[in-house]
């Protein structure tokens, strides 16, 4: 893995999916030393060792954190782009006033942002009829916004763009996504998607691009572990027309919209409960397709292409009603990990989810007798040297190219392997484990070990303070 | 005319920064064409909306009796097509429901040693008019927007076909027929130079006579919001259908002589656009004159 350029995160909208599912990817990311995450409400899933601050956009307040925690990467996941999901006002106080606060917040005087990641959406092109059919990032709309939503994220990009003018020492990247879809995430087209006939405007087969969810968390990551300063349409290969696309689902659609008047037929849809908002209306018409190349030529790879991501929201879509009722049969459980995670007397599923070998007791008293040996000696006496990676897969790559230090019995300690090192962590004395982390950082650094050592020791510190 | 000028910069197109990946090395626009999305073989439809089963049924039937029996095309220097790379088809246009695209693209497909697919670019209007934005791409039409015509000459290296009299062309009643109307601003051109396409003129004669236009009646337009609401012998007469009540008028096509530009940024020079705009215009009609001068009968050619 490359190293992460971005060490210190602040990801806004930490309660909505986009900030929780993006944060539990950076946790899993050894490079990001610190992870902090703001929003109004409490986060919904469980995050490792994300730090969560309840703050809305309010700019005094963010700036604050964003200066005591040095923090050097802000991204920004909050804007909303599906108006369903709340009333237009609050999208708008949400998407202009919040943009234009976190952005406060990051050009502070003594700010460490370097780099900004923004959450936008392809609504920001608009549909119309006079589009190009792949819209390129250079591109502007045609017309100005009619439907609210569009709006917002026309005056949010805006603000982006004046903030990236005004500070060209920040990287700043902002992603458009196309809609998104998986089993996940609740959008308008999701749920028109579930029904069971497919409402279309009547003589109109309009191109549709989608982006799967675990796409979007991808590049938002992506742009955390690289610099990528500019605009980037994130859409997966391929626009499909939208027949095309109920037939992937399985489903018929109806032309049950008329070409004129639509706008009152989705009032009169809205009374049975199916919701069109305006921006959708527009897509359901002429609809849209981006150039998603730029972005794939900073090296990013699709998991899913459009007709790919429509696949899997079938195949979930068909499993849903089989599934309803069926309790989630693994939630998370904050102590269950933690014991999993950190108690010595877990044997198996760390990890690999195998059970580790039992070091022998020659192995045990070896390591303790390094442990005060080393404890004693002065930190750094430990030439570095190099041994196999850990699960590297060809005992080829094992060289050793300086030779040890006499003083140090390390050789037993190289030989262990990590699941067997992490098994006795939870029996050693605290001035060890520090020894143990400062000998393993100099020499081979394995990740598991480090973060294990550090979770132990985090464990201890407010046993031994209370 | 002489598109070989030099005083122009001598800048690539594909050296064109655009970007950067990842390990902040720069990405160039020519780069882009390497990560144009792969096809996906089960799919029938292709990203411009393309259908092949539409298209095929049309090409089997109607396109088929058309251009072999009904119009009975006569196609001469079907060579001057390139058999690969980005091409575009340019000619002179009219009809109210104007075959003379569909016959092109037929004539391409039919004689070609190498049978390639024809992206006819039409106005945004069928984009935005119930039941022929559905049928309109599917048959293999896109809207005549610069970046499409860029994207599939350029990056796709397909051939396009355009009308650059346009509307004017279509709109043109009987009287007035096989004199070009102004072939736009120039803007088939640059898109050319822009793509380091060659430009194929393309004659047509046969199709003034096929769809005659009698009169336009500005009122019915209005009201129906179409483009435009001809009078020919079988419309509005026969319904909506009767615009494909086409004469039986024998089709000649000419294909001529490519233009290639092979100079860096030429179309930054407007008046060289213009130049060469009007210089195929003058050829187009000066073959479209020939043509018509050895014919013998409307007819029977």
Same mark, same amino acid.
């Given at each position: 893995m490359t190293e992460s350029t971005s060490k210190r995160v602040l990801v806004t909208g930490l309660s909505t999916y986009w900030g929780a599912r993006l944060a539990r990817e950076l946790e899993q990311n050894p490079d990001v030393e610190a992870i902090i995450g703001v929003d109004s409400a409490d986060p919904a899933g469980e995050l490792e060792r994300t730090e969560f601050v309840r703050v809305g956009t309010q700019h005094a307040l963010l700036r604050r954190v964003v200066e005591a925690a040095e923090i050097d990467t802000v991204i920004d996941t909050r804007l909303v782009v599906d108006s369903t999901v709340t009333s237009p006002r609050r999208a708008h106080e949400n998407n202009v006033i919040g943009t234009m606060n976190i952005l406060a917040a990051c050009s502070g005087p003594n700010t460490a942002v370097r780099k900004l990641i923004f959450k936008s959406s392809a609504h920001y092109y608009g549909c119309n009829q006079d589009d190009p059919a792949f819209f390129t990032e250079s591109m502007g709309r045609p017309h100005p916004p009619r439907a609210p939503i569009e709006r917002d994220i026309v005056e949010a990009e805006a603000s982006i763009a004046e903030f990236r003018e005004k500070n060209p020492d920040v990287c700043v990247t902002c992603f458009r996504f196309a809609n998104v879809l998986g089993p996940d995430v609740h959008t308008a087209h999701r749920r028109l998607f579930e029904l069971p006939v497919i409402p279309m405007i009547l003589g109109f087969d309009p191109r549709y691009q989608f982006v799967h969810e675990d796409d979007v968390v991808n590049a938002l990551k992506h742009a955390a572990l690289h610099d990528l300063p500019g605009i980037f349409n994130v859409a997966g290969d391929g626009v499909l027309a939208f027949t095309e696309v109920c037939s992937l689902l399985g489903k018929q659609f109806v032309p049950v919209l008329p070409p004129w008047g639509t706008g009152l037929a989705t009032q009169a849809l809205r009374r049975l409960g199916i919701v069109i908002p305006p921006e959708m209306l527009g897509q359901l018409r002429f609809g849209r397709g981006t150039d998603n190349r730029r972005f794939k030529a900073t090296g990013f790879g699709y998991r899913y292409t459009t007709r790919e991501t429509i696949q899997k929201l079938g195949e979930h879509l068909r499993l849903q009603p089989i599934l309803?009722?069926?309790? %989630?049969?693994y939630r998370y459980e904050r102590e269950v990990e933690e014991f999993l995670r950190w108690s010595p007397y877990v044997r198996r599923g760390r990890e690999e989810g195998e059970r580790p070998p039992l070091p022998s007791v020659t192995q045990l008293s070896e390591l303790q007798k390094f442990l005060t040996a080393y404890a004693v000696a002065a930190p750094g006496g430990g030439e570095p040297r190099l041994t196999r990676? %850990?699960?590297?897969? %060809?005992?080829?790559?094992? %060289?050793?190219v300086e030779p040890e230090p006499a003083r140090v019995p390390v050789d037993d300690y190289d030989d262990l392997e990590a699941e067997e090192v992490i098994s006795l962590l939870g029996s050693l004395e605290g001035a060890h484990l520090m020894a143990l982390r400062a000998y393993e950082e100099a020499n081979q650094g394995r990740n598991a070990i480090l973060r294990a050592i550090d979770g132990v020791l985090a464990r201890r510190e407010p046993a031994g303070t209370r | 005319m002489s598109p070989d000028r030099t005083s122009l910069r001598p800048r690539e197109v594909e050296e064109e920064v655009i970007g950067t990946t990842a390990a902040g090395l720069p990405v160039k626009r020519g780069d882009l064409r390497d990560y144009l999305p792969a096809v996906e073989t089960d799919r029938q439809v292709n990203d411009w909306g393309r259908s092949e089963r539409v298209e095929g049924l049309f090409d089997k039937t109607i396109v088929d009796f058309f251009y072999n029996y009904w119009f009975r095309a006569d196609v001469e220097g079907i060579e001057n097509v390139p058999p690969s790379g980005g091409a575009l088809l340019v000619s002179n246009h009219s009809g109210a429901l104007p075959p003379d695209a569909t016959m092109i693209a037929k004539a391409i497909k039919e004689e070609h040693s190498h049978p390639r697919p024809v992206n006819i670019t039409v106005e945004h209007f069928f984009k935005g008019y119930p039941g022929f934005s559905m049928l309109i791409p599917k048959i293999g039409c896109v809207a005549a927007h610069p970046a499409n015509v860029h994207r599939l000459l350029y990056d796709e290296g397909q051939l396009v076909l355009v009308f650059p009299e346009g509307r004017k062309g279509t709109e043109k009643l009987y009287k007035d027929r096989y004199k070009l109307r102004r072939f736009g601003r120039g803007g088939f051109v640059e898109a050319a130079m822009r793509a380091r396409a060659p430009i194929v003129p393309v004659c047509v004669v046969g199709a003034e006579e096929a769809a005659p236009i009698f009169a336009q009646v500005n009122v019915l337009q209005k009201l129906t919001g179409l483009l435009y609401f001809p009078l020919t012998p079988t419309f509005p007469w026969f319904g909506p259908f009767g615009l494909l009540g086409f004469m039986p008028a024998k089709f000649k096509l000419r294909f001529l002589e490519p233009l290639y530009f092979n100079e860096d940024r030429m179309w930054e020079d407007k008046a060289l656009v213009q130049t060469v705009a009007h210089e195929i215009r003058a050829r187009i009609q000066e073959n479209v004159l020939d043509m018509l001068k050895t014919r013998k009968s409307v007819w029977f050619g």
């Open positions: 309803a009722g069926v309790r %989630e049969p990676a %850990e699960g590297a897969p %060809e005992p080829e790559s094992i %060289e050793v | -």
